[in-house]
């Protein structure tokens, strides 16, 4: 271990965000923000639509530059530093982006080589991680015949291959049936209990935030809110529930409805809109 991997360690933040700034031409996306996320931590990012998260997101992954500010990812400056903190995270976008034309095998190698696994170790890292998501006995099928949530599943395992510290989830659930939503929350806690794998989500399912984060950041009109447990979002707001605390900080509302068999919800500043 170098000395620069010693340094690393002394620090208990894997994600450090400091007076991070987007700007683009007269608009602020992302105004002045800094907050940190622990080793291991199930960290949610909130807001409604409009409140910078994507911005924010895509600063993280090096996707976007910032306009001021620091990121550190893993010990590595996101700005400076692309190539560590690529390597870094793995990310599951909330689009589906796996080849539907390719087999589910095919769609793993191929994000394999692009983060030159080993061909030695290739084939016994994808099966591992197919077995994780109960996907093994389908590797040969084209993903085109899979089901949203075998999909997601399989992005899971893809973004896993070549073990990140950090996972990014953006709207890992969304559109999905209850019952597949709670497999997919059986691995993502599994990975970071059993693995010390830092999970990074955003939803719109806020008893999912409830429920599985140990700490979440609340975001509106580019600026960080509040950060905290549910407990002391709660008590700071005098509300019972996440989705009461959300509304009392941002004035947004959320509400759910039945669309296409599937449970979605939608968030919009002060008021709902249908479809």
Not at 140 to 158: P, W
Not at 203 to 224: N, V
Not at 240 to 252: C, I, M, N, P
Request: hydrophobic share 40%; charged share 25%; no cysteine.
């Amino acid at each position: 271990m170098s000395i620069f991997d010693i340094l690393k360690t002394v620090t208990d933040k894997i994600i450090e965000v400091s007076n991070l700034t987007k700007k683009f031409k007269d608009f602020t996306a992302v105004d002045d923000i800094s907050f940190s996320v622990d080793h291991g931590q199930i960290f949610a990012f909130l807001g409604p639509n409009g409140a910078g998260k994507t911005t924010t997101i895509k600063m993280l992954t090096t996707l976007l530059s910032p306009t001021s500010g620091e990121i550190t990812i893993n010990g590595f400056d996101a700005v400076s530093d692309k190539n560590h903190v690529r390597s870094s995270f793995g990310i599951v976008f909330q689009d589906q982006s796996l080849d539907d034309e390719l087999t589910a095998y095919e769609n793993m190698e191929f994000h394999a080589v692009l983060y030159d696994i080993p061909e030695m170790a290739r084939r016994s890292r994808i099966e591992e991680m197919l077995k994780f998501v109960e996907l093994v006995d389908r590797q040969n099928h084209l993903v085109k015949t899979f089901s949203g949530g075998m999909k997601r599943r399989l992005e899971i395992a893809r973004g896993l291959l070549h073990h990140p510290k950090i996972f990014f989830l953006d709207e890992p659930t969304q559109g999905l049936d209850p019952q597949t939503r709670n497999h997919i929350w059986s691995y993502v806690r599994n990975l970071s209990k059993h693995e010390n794998i830092t999970i990074f989500f955003t939803t719109h399912y806020l008893e999912e935030a409830q429920e599985y984060a140990d700490k979440i950041a609340i975001m509106d009109r580019g600026k960080i809110i509040k950060v905290g447990t549910v407990h002391e979002i709660l008590a700071a707001t005098g509300t019972k529930t996440l989705e009461q605390g959300f509304l009392a900080l941002t004035g947004s509302e959320i509400r759910e409805e039945e669309a296409s068999g599937a449970d979605k919800l939608r968030l919009h500043r002060g008021m709902w809109r249908g479809r």
